[in-house]
Structures are given as structure tokens and as C-alpha cells.
């Protein structure tokens, strides 16, 4: 079974940026296609973006496309998400996913096999 942590979260300003980092352990990386979705007070769960599990393929929402990248490196067990000119409406607990197999544009929260347990991003405007 993977166990994903995430790091990274925190107070931030309109416009700012922040480094969200998702460690993984147990279970071979390499095999999952990762993703992240946020979950704002009172809303439903939403992808962010997703990684191929070879990380030549992303995708993202349409809402943090251009701000927001998503890379990872095979060889620490690491998915990264970089999110520059952050505003307040980004403000949420952003969950990293593990899905096995191939991330499409069509994947949602029910294909995930794997969750970590959210870190808080907050942004002030």
C-alpha cells in the first residue's frame, strides 16, 4: 500500500508562491501516475493537475493553468507542485493522489487508489 505525505503548505500573499512536495513510500513509484486536487470549505473535492507516471505527460485544470506546474522525480519518490501567482481562491487543503496506470484527462477522484492526508494552503489577498 503507498503512504503519501505532503509538505509545503502555508500563509501566503496574493501573488506569491509556494512548493508543494508529495513523498511517497511503499509500493514502486514509478507505477502510479500522481495528481493533485484541492478541496475548499464546503465544496466538493477538484483536480488540480495530474502527471503521467514517466512525467512527460501533465494535465491541469483550467483554473491554475499557466500558474501552476507538476513534475516529479522517479528516483526520490517525489511529486512536486509549484504554484506561482497564487490568488485567493486557491485558498483550500490540496490533496496529493496516486493513481496506477495512466492519468487521462477524464481521471477523477473515484479512479485514485491512493490519498495523502492534505496540507493547507491559504492565500490572502
Known amino acids: 500500500q503507498v503512504q503519501l505525505v505532503e509538505s509545503g503548505g502555508g500563509l501566503v500573499q496574493a501573488g506569491d508562491s509556494l512548493r508543494l512536495s508529495c513523498a511517497a513510500s511503499r509500493g514502486t513509484f514509478s507505477d502510479y501516475a500522481m495528481g493533485w486536487f484541492r478541496q475548499a470549505p464546503g465544496k466538493e473535492r477538484e483536480f488540480v493537475t495530474g502527471?503521467?507516471?514517466?512525467?512527460?505527460?501533465?494535465y491541469y485544470s483550467d483554473s491554475v493553468k499557466g500558474r501552476f506546474t507538476n513534475s516529479r522525480d522517479n528516483a526520490k519518490n517525489t511529486v512536486y507542485l509549484q504554484m506561482n501567482s497564487l490568488k485567493p481562491e486557491d485558498t483550500a487543503v490540496y490533496y496529493c493522489a496516486a493513481k496506477s496506470g495512466s492519468w487521462t484527462g477524464s481521471t477523477t477522484t473515484r479512479h485514485v487508489d491512493y490519498w495523502g492526508q492534505g496540507t493547507q494552503v491559504t492565500v490572502s489577498s
Open positions: 502527471i503521467s507516471r514517466n512525467g512527460y505527460m501533465t
